[in-house]
């Protein structure tokens, strides 16, 4: 898909060589200085009550006089005129007109505010959206839309800020792609190995150095905690380390770490069966990582990124780690292993002691974590937990710059009491309240010398019922924070 912007007042319109225009119109009525033939068809479109102001409400005419484009769609955006508004509108307008046969599509907002950075990336994210079908596993899946071009119209003043966004919007809209091609993915076809493979071929695409170690390599190392997880599979494990430097050798990279349990059964702790199949996205975070490095790379960030992605199935079977068995972490720590479904903090910790051999300016963990997180939050907002107040606020702030929300919960010490075990350091389980809180706190054990924050995407990272399917969250969020960091 293109992307461009195209510098024309609405008087501009009528010339626009696309093969459809979508007015996106802010407000509660129609504004002044629409060209006449938008004017006069949108009037009595109005009065037919054929349009209405009703955000995502769309009207279609085909050849309009005056308009050069054979398509005119309009469509309503409500009152408040936020680039979150533009977003909804326009992926409604090209709901409308994706399965038509619009190849070339102009989008003119109005009754917006000075067009900026966002309006553009909110326009990437609203097409790329709209416009994503899986279909690696669906040969009957409905043939690709036509729709090849998107240009957005704007004011000379705004086409600078408005191109970035677009720039921006690319790389976000690639990354996310990604990480739902990866997740959405049945967990036979989804394994370790294809995320590795995945990750080794974005390496080579992009210019990422991406190393995989195996195993043996793994119990070299001593990660008794992710081996346990990994044991009841025949599966390969894989732990994958991706890294992009943008940035001279001697600056402290971020390190991405994503959990990525290509299926998680439960383990010995079996789950139930409804809704195990949704359990493939466990390696939503994994997914969300390597997304990110993807965007990250096409925006050739001048910033040293690491992303860690330890990856197995939890399975039960005659190998099976069993509920109280200890195992030793990377880190030294033991852990009795109470519960087999929480494997999640088991890959992890192993995973964020690892990453301390970076040096790391800051490590950010990405994980379908706890149910307990879709409980407190739903599907809006991902739970954020740092210790540091600082990194917490860029992570915040980021979610809401890329309209890809957190919001911070706690972890105060008296979470870590629920932690304790008479047979190991620490039990991989808390009581059943605050649970999102207490697997935070286990990971804080492992990251005592590190900036270091965690987000828990078990509410965002895919959807449920009709809609199933990964969302590619927080590819946005991150790609941001490190567009923050990279003085962008
Ligand atoms: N992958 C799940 C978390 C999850 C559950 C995400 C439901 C999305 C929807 C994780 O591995 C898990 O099973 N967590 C347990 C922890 C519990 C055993 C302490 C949970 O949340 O039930
Ligand atoms: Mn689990
Ligand atoms: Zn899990």
């Not at 459809?20 to 009595?44: D, F, H, R, T, Y």
């Not at 905690?225 to 009841?232: E, M, N, R, T, Y």
């Not at 954020?384 to 979610?399: C, I, K, M, Q, V």
Request: with cysteine.
């Amino acid at each position: 898909m293109d992307f461009k912007t195209q510098v024309a007042g609405t008087a501009g319109w009528g010339a626009t060589s696309a093969d459809a225009l979508l007015v996106v119109l802010a407000g509660a009525s129609l504004p002044p200085g629409l060209p006449k033939a938008v004017a006069a068809v949108l009037e009595s479109a109005v009065e037919a009550g054929d349009f209405v102001f009703k955000p995502g409400h769309v009207f279609y005419a085909h050849r309009v006089q005056g308009l050069k484009a054979a398509r005119l769609a309009v469509v309503a955006a409500g009152e408040t005129a936020s680039a979150k508004a533009l977003r909804k509108a326009v992926a409604a307008g090209v709901a409308a007109l994706k399965n038509g046969g619009t190849k070339d599509l102009a989008i003119a907002a109005v009754g917006f505010e000075a067009l900026d950075a966002t309006h553009g990336e909110a326009v990437v994210a609203a097409v790329a959206e709209t416009l994503y079908l899986y279909r690696a596993t669906k040969p009957s899946a409905p043939a690709a839309a036509k729709l090849a071009s998107v240009t957005l119209v704007c004011a000379k003043a705004e086409a600078e800020a408005v191109d970035e966004g677009l720039r921006i919007g690319r790389a976000v809209a690639a990354g996310v792609e990604l990480a739902r091609e990866c997740a959405n993915r049945p967990g036979n076809h989804c394994t370790p190995t294809y995320l590795a493979q995945t990750a080794k071929s974005l390496g080579k695409e992009h210019g990422l150095k991406v190393e995989v170690l195996e195993r043996k390599d793994v119990e070299k190392l001593g990660m008794g905690a992710f081996l346990a997880v990994a044991q009841g599979s025949d599966e390969p494990l894989k732990f994958i380390v991706a890294r992009w430097q943008g940035a001279a050798k001697t600056e402290a990279p971020v390190v991405l770490v994503g959990k990525g349990i290509t299926f998680d059964s439960g383990g010995i702790s079996l789950k139930p069966g409804a809704e195990m199949d949704e359990m493939k996205f466990d390696m939503g975070g994994a997914a969300s990582v390597l997304g990110t490095m993807r965007a990250v790379a096409e925006l050739g960030l001048k910033l040293n990124v690491v992303a860690v992605v330890p990856a197995c199935e939890n399975l039960p079977s005659g190998r099976a780690v069993k509920p109280g068995d200890v195992v030793t972490s990377l880190s030294g720590q033991t852990i009795e292993i109470l519960n087999t479904d929480a494997e999640g903090r088991l890959i992890l910790c192993d995973a964020l002691t690892y990453a301390e051999r970076f040096k790391p300016a800051a490590i950010v963990d990405i994980a379908t974590l706890t149910g307990a997180c879709v409980i407190a939050l739903g599907h809006h907002r991902s739970g954020l937990f740092s210790p540091d107040d600082a990194l917490a606020a860029e992570l915040l702030a980021a979610g809401e710059a890329a309209a890809d929300p957190a919001w911070r919960l706690p972890l105060d010490e008296e979470y870590d009491e629920g932690l304790k075990s008479n047979f190991a350091d620490m039990g991989n389980v808390g009581p059943r309240a605050g649970g999102s809180i207490t697997a935070a706190m286990f990971l804080k054990r492992f990251t005592a010398k590190q900036r270091w924050a965690h987000l828990d995407i078990a509410g965002t990272a895919w959807k449920s019922g009709a809609a199933k399917g990964a969302t590619g969250r927080p590819v946005p969020l991150l790609t941001h924070f490190l567009l923050q960091r990279a003085g962008r």
